[in-house]
């Protein structure tokens, strides 16, 4: 996909790719203007959508895409790139407010990682290879059978890994495997 609007930048951005029904974006948290595809999103920046809408967001540079569900609302916390030994990494932190997203991880950054706040703690994609996830502000995870990396779940009660064709639900703390 290519975007003729978004700037190359050596740093994580976020574009968005598609946009079904009512969906919004702020910079400040407080004033809200509609959401258009190709925007270019940047660290910070708090996504919501109404009843029946949803958005596709890519984040360019660790090759992963985002769909925000329907009455959902994200806020991009950090888009950040350090170097360790001489190879670029990339880092982003989503915090999940309410609802939930999908998402496809397909990275190439072997020193990557892709975190999604919400009430289990902070879900986890590591490294490069590929991944299919939903993630629920409530505190559900689910990795697709077909996942190539295991997602990490880092809560309080410690570091719970789940494998591809498992869930997991913090609220009972319970292990399920995809049906």
Do not use: W
């Not at 951005?13 to 910079?27: F, L, P, R, T």
């Not at 990494?89 to 990557?112: C, D, N, W, Y």
């Not at 779940?153 to 570091?159: A, L, Q, R």
């Amino acid at each position: 996909v290519t975007f003729k609007s978004a700037p190359t930048s050596e740093m994580p951005q976020a574009v968005v790719i598609s946009v079904h029904g009512k969906c919004e974006y702020s910079e400040n948290g407080l004033s809200f203007s509609e959401l258009r595809p190709h925007h270019v999103l940047n660290q910070g920046v708090v996504l919501r959508t109404g009843p029946g809408a949803r958005v596709d967001v890519f984040f360019r540079r660790i090759g992963t895409t985002v769909r925000l569900q329907p009455d959902s609302e994200v806020k991009l916390e950090k888009m950040s790139r350090s170097t360790t030994a001489g190879v670029a990494e990339m880092q982003t932190l989503l915090h999940l407010r309410k609802g939930r997203i999908f998402t496809a991880v397909r990275s190439s950054v072997p020193g990557s990682t892709l975190e999604i706040r919400n009430a289990a703690g902070r879900s986890v994609v590591e490294g490069g290879g590929s991944g299919r996830y939903i993630i629920t502000a409530d505190g559900t995870q689910i990795a697709d059978k077909n996942s190539a990396i295991p997602l990490k779940v880092i809560g309080d009660t410690g570091i719970t890994v789940i494998e591809p064709g498992q869930s997991y639900r913090a609220k009972e703390g319970k292990m399920l495997p995809v049906a």
